[in-house]
């Protein structure tokens, strides 16, 4: 796992990706540690991208921190509805209007559907300028700001058209989890617990243990959630950037819960409550299989459900469900991939599953949810 130091009041994790390696701060108050932004930024022109709901809240205080630049500042609609390359044009009719350059740098100050979105942009104005994370969200703390898959959605599948971009740093400030509302909180929860599942078995059991802690947002549970997520995040990134096979597994969940928010139009459902119905479907199919245990099945699903979360989909038939999955970007030669479990703490990529087991664990569910 990459190294951790400090050098500011909190942590900082690295992303080793050799001439592109960046760190991820994390910390309280970060957003006001100016001097932590002007190292990583090149240029003299900045444009804050946010949405409507994290600009009267933090985006002044980023802007503070940020005098002395050429700086623009953008302002997007919030949702996940809104995260389409209809929105990108706004962003880069700003760019165009300010006369920004190749040399400009975009700053996403926002959780995952601004980063995502930002970061797109990012990769593809000019060709491509810098980019930095201001993630504010936990889920965005703890997964998206890292790694550098940016993108939109397609009405008919999630993430469908983007880029790798990776950012010059990522300044995770934890006091913006203040104001986070709890079933965004919740969300977040969910790809911590991807971690645990997927590899970090010691963390799977912390989490199960000191969950409580977890949801009332005690500061030092917090650092180490945030910290500990990215660490696990920046191992599976810097072995495998591109996912040509190993980060397919931060994949846990997101064939089955892409397709739920595709279903829903990217309103109803948050990514983390879909991604953890995913994982509960991910590790029944796995324990129908006898990949794990029942017992370890039923613990994912207590953990699932103690973090607030939903572990049963919207009335979907298993048709329908089945139909959306098959748009997943794993998918090759018209056979889906899917990330299953073989334990708690390891799981494989892989088309070598039962068939007929997918198909009984969707109607499972399906059944169960009310149809
Ligand atoms: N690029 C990646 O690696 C990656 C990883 C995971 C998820 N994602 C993407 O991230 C998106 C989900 O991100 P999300 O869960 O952060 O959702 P989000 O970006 O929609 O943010 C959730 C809500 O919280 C609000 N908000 C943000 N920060 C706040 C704060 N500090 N206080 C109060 N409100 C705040 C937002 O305005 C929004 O209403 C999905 O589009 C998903 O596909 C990308
Ligand atoms: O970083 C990754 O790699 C991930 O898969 C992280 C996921 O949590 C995230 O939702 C990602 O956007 C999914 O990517 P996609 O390629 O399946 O669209
Ligand atoms: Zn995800």
């Not at 990012?122 to 790694?147: C, K």
């Not at 599948?157 to 010059?168: T, V």
């Not at 009335?315 to 018209?334: E, V, W």
Request: net charge neutral.
């Amino acid at each position: 796992m990459p190294n951790r130091q400090t050098n500011h009041s909190g942590h900082t994790v690295h992303v080793d990706l050799k001439d592109r390696s960046y760190p991820i701060y994390i910390g309280q108050g970060l957003l006001e540690k100016a001097e932590l932004l002007h190292r990583h930024i090149p240029g003299t022109q900045v444009l804050v991208v946010t949405n409507e709901t994290v600009a009267p809240l933090y985006l002044e205080r980023v802007c503070a921190a940020l005098a002395g630049f050429d700086l623009g500042r953008v302002i997007l609609p919030d949702g996940e509805q809104h995260k389409t390359l209809e929105t990108t044009t706004r962003i880069y009719d700003a760019l165009i209007d300010q006369g920004f350059n190749r040399s400009a740098t975009l700053v996403g100050l926002g959780g995952g559907v601004v980063g995502d979105i930002t970061g797109f942009v990012a990769a593809t104005y000019q060709r491509g300028v810098h980019f930095i994370q201001i993630p504010t969200t936990l889920l965005a703390l703890v997964d998206s700001a890292v790694g550098g898959k940016t993108g939109v959605n397609h009405p008919r599948g999630k993430n469908m058209i983007g880029a790798f971009h990776q950012p010059r740093c990522v300044l995770a400030d934890t006091a913006t989890l203040s104001t986070l509302p709890e079933r965004e909180f919740r969300a977040g929860i969910a790809e911590i617990i991807k971690y645990g599942l997927i590899q970090d078995y010691a963390f799977f059991q912390w989490l199960e243990r000191q969950l409580a802690q977890v949801l009332a947002r005690d500061p030092a549970a917090l650092m180490y959630i945030i910290e500990q997520s990215c660490r696990n995040k920046a191992y599976v990134v810097a072995a495998d950037e591109r996912e040509s096979g190993q980060r397919a597994l931060l994949n846990l969940g997101h064939t089955f819960g892409h397709a739920i928010e595709t279903a829903t139009g990217y309103r109803e459902w948050l990514h983390g409550e879909a991604v953890a119905v995913g994982m509960c479907m991910a590790a029944h199919l796995s324990a129908s299989m006898g990949w794990m245990t029942a017992k370890a099945f039923e613990r994912t699903e207590a953990l699932i459900q103690a973090a607030g979360l939903p572990v049963l989909p919207p009335p979907l038939s298993p048709g329908a469900l089945r139909k959306l999955m098959a748009i997943d970007k794993k998918a090759t030669g018209g056979r889906l991939r899917l990330v299953l479990l073989e334990g708690i703490g390891s799981a494989v990529v892989t088309e070598a599953f039962d068939d007929q087991a997918l198909t009984a664990t969707l109607e499972h569910f399906t059944a169960a949810a009310g149809r």
